[in-house]
């Protein structure tokens, strides 16, 4: 790793003024088990990382059951999944925690972090951009190893995954962003923090080089059945491979409303209205679910060698939908 | 080369340390305090075998720079015996041939210490979860999971001892 220089604010104020305006120049510092290995990569070289670790009002949860959930930036993976009221009220959430192994990256790998982890995109990873283009401007992706793109959002330029799991179920459970900067405070749907960058100068967050993540905001329960459902290839230090998140206002049997949205699979967090919407008035049922993770895929297309996972976030929808009703059963 | 003086509480001992702000704890552990038991595997958070526990908990010293860490209580494998007698787990390890190479060793006992420590009686699954972060391409993971069962009855053993003779 290249020489840093180093600060540890207390406060939100401070840290703020410690980044700089414009990207590369310095970075936050959370749990670090990202932007480490962004760092030993090479992938940034900012000359000066500002730690958020100090900052006491970035942590804690807290929970009233009229307001809902109030997760710092700062709160561990791990923390959230030994919650017992976000276990209780926001299984979906509780899920995606537990597939993020190993414990030590849960003890690590703060909630705001999970949120802006960069793509794992391996292009990304070993220094060709974002987009991942040759010096001719040639998309490296659609001509190489595609094998873990995008298949959904995936018109191009870009065509890595969203690697966050915690992203699906905030947006399944309509959760809000807070972020702080140089303006004060903005606030916006989780959903509306992640779009698709079209130039290599855009990023994947709706984040300016000067703000902080400082927390997250979930409605309280509506009683909806919910639950993730993750592919993953290995059970443990990895990223999934397709995952689905489900949120259903139910009338007795009846689903009332629905949110779906899927994980891994676009380079953001990949909300369905279609699939959605197919569950709309109807009990749940095997068929039912089937044909929901059907929508969910029409409009997915293959890059060539990542077609399998069309199948992968067909089937993840429709297990999620099934879990959620039978009461997080897996 | 900008220094920085930090102070580091590692296996009990308070130590004051003039670093570089960007080394790792990994590396300042094995480089500046000479405690090589803590191994360099991956340097990514994929395998585990830089684990240490700090407050009790395991985490990975090559995703945490040192600076990150002062003043919290940091325990490498060094600090796992008591004097001359080794951990339980170390002692079940050893009677069970449940190291092989030993690369992965040092991590999987802090992770299963940590693990003992807050449940010491966990189930087969609970210590395959525990464990999920140790990678180990030696053993197959049977006797390393043995081991930890054969740890946790011997505490629980010492611990009832303790108790009716307390009594
Ligand atoms: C082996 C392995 C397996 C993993 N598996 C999964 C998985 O299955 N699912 C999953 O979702 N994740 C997975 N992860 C990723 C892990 O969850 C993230 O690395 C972690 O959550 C990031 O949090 P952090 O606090 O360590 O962030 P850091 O590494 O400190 O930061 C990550 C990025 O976010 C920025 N950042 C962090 N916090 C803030 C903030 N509050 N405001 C503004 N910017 C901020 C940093 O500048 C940096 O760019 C895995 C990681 C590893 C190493
Ligand atoms: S596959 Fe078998 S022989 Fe090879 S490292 Fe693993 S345990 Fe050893
Ligand atoms: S060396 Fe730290 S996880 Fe592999
Ligand atoms: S004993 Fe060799 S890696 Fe585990």
């Known amino acids: ?4 220089e180093y600060a540890s604010p207390r406060t939100k104020e401070q840290a703020v003024r410690l980044l700089a305006s414009t990207w590369g120049e310095t970075a936050v510092l959370a749990g670090g088990t990202d932007l480490l290995s962004l760092l030993k990569d090479d992938v940034i070289a900012p ?19 009229r307001k809902g959930l109030r997760l710092g930036a700062l709160v561990t993976i791990e923390e959230l999944l030994d919650d017992p009221r976000v276990r209780q009220h926001y299984s979906a959430l509780a899920e995606a925690a537990e597939g993020i192994r190993s414990p030590q990256i849960r003890n690590m790998g703060t909630v705001g972090g999970d949120l802006c982890q960069r793509p794992r995109c391996w292009y990304f990873r070993a220094g060709f951009g974002l987009l991942a283009r040759d010096a001719q401007g040639r998309s490296l ?3 190489g190893d595609n094998r873990y793109h995008a298949i959904l959002g995936n018109e191009g330029p870009a065509y890595f995954v969203s690697p966050s799991s915690l992203a699906p179920p905030l947006i399944a459970y309509e959760a809000r962003l807070r972020l702080f900067g140089p303006g004060g405070t903005r606030e916006m749907p989780v959903q509306a923090f992640f779009r698709i960058p079209q130039s290599e100068e855009e990023r994947e967050h709706d984040l300016r080089p000067n703000e ?3 927390e997250i905001l979930i409605p309280p329960p509506r009683g909806e059945a919910s639950a993730t459902y993750e ?7 990895d990223w999934p491979l397709a995952t689905a998140s489900v949120a259903l206002q139910m009338d007795g049997d009846r689903v009332t409303a629905a949110r779906i949205v899927m ?8 909300l369905s209205p279609e699939a959605a919407q197919t569950l709309v008035n109807k009990t749940i049922t095997e068929d039912v679910a089937q044909a929901a993770g059907e929508a969910a895929v029409r409009r997915a297309r293959s890059l060539g060698r990542n077609g399998y996972k069309i199948q992968l976030a067909r089937v993840a929808v429709k297990r999620a939908i099934l879990r959620a009703v039978q009461g997080g059963a897996r | 080369m900008d220094k920085q003086l930090i102070t580091l509480r590692v296996n009990g001992e308070v130590h004051e340390l003039a670093i570089p702000v960007h080394k790792t704890l990994l590396e300042v552990l094995r480089e500046d305090l000479h405690l090589t038991g803590t191994k360099h595997g991956c340097e990514l958070g994929e395998c585990g075998t830089c684990t240490v526990l700090v407050d009790g908990q395991p985490v990975l010293s090559c995703l945490a720079l040192a600076v990150e860490w002062q003043h919290r209580d940091i325990v490498t494998v060094e600090g796992l015996a008591d004097g001359p007698r080794p951990h339980p787990l170390q002692q079940a390890f050893a009677e069970l041939g449940a190291a092989q190479c030993g690369y992965c060793i040092p991590g999987t006992l802090l992770t299963a210490k940590a693990l003992l420590d807050h449940n010491p009686r966990p189930t087969r699954q609970e210590i395959k979860e525990a464990l999920s972060g140790n ?7 049977i006797k390393i999971i043995e081991a930890v069962e054969r740890a ?7 611990t009832a001892f303790a108790e009716s003779a307390a009594r």
Not at chain 1, 231 to 237: P, T
Not at chain 2, 135 to 141: D, E, N, Q, S, V
């Open chain 2, 135 to 141: 990678l180990c391409r030696c053993t197959g993971y």
């Open chain 2, 152 to 158: 946790a009855q011997r505490m629980a053993a010492q």
């Open chain 1, 212 to 214: 902080i993540v400082t």
């Open chain 1, 141 to 143: 992706v659609l001509h």
């Open chain 1, 47 to 65: 000359r000066r990382l500002v730690n958020i670790k100090e900052i006491e009002e970035l942590r804690g949860i807290a929970f009233d059951p």
């Open chain 1, 1 to 4: 790793m290249r020489p840093i």
């Open chain 1, 263 to 270: 994980g891994h699979v676009a380079p953001i967090p990949w």
């Open chain 1, 231 to 237: 592919v993953r290839q290995r059970e443990a230090l």
